[in-house]
C-alpha cells in the first residue's frame, strides 16, 4: 500500500462492547426471565428480551451494510474523478 491510501481501521472495544455486548446482555436477561419467572410470564419476558436483542443486532448489521455502500460510492466517485483528470480509470489497489 502506498502512504496516501488510508490504512483500515479496527474497531475499538469500546465499539465492540456496544455492537455485541447490548444484544448479548439482553439475551442473557432473557434466559435468565425465562429461568426466574413464573408460567407464562418468563416465556413471555424471554420471548420479549431475545427479540429485543435480535432486532438490536440486525439493526447493527442494516447500519454496517448502509455504511459499506457509502464508501464504495465514494472510491466511485473517487475513481470517476481520476478519469476525468487522466483520462482512464486508475489502476486497481489489489486484494
Known sequence: MSEDEPQPQRPSGWLIAVRY???AAM???GII???LG???QGIEGFAMAVGGALSV???NILYRVGVQGEA???QE???RA???EHGRWPPDAGP
Open 57 to 59: 443486532l440486525l439493526l
Open 21 to 23: 455486548g447490548i444484544p
Open 82 to 84: 481520476y478519469y476525468g
Open 72 to 74: 464504495e460510492r465514494d
Open 27 to 29: 439475551f442473557i436477561g
Open 77 to 79: 466517485e473517487a475513481a
Open 33 to 35: 426471565l425465562a429461568v
Open 38 to 40: 413464573s408460567g407464562d
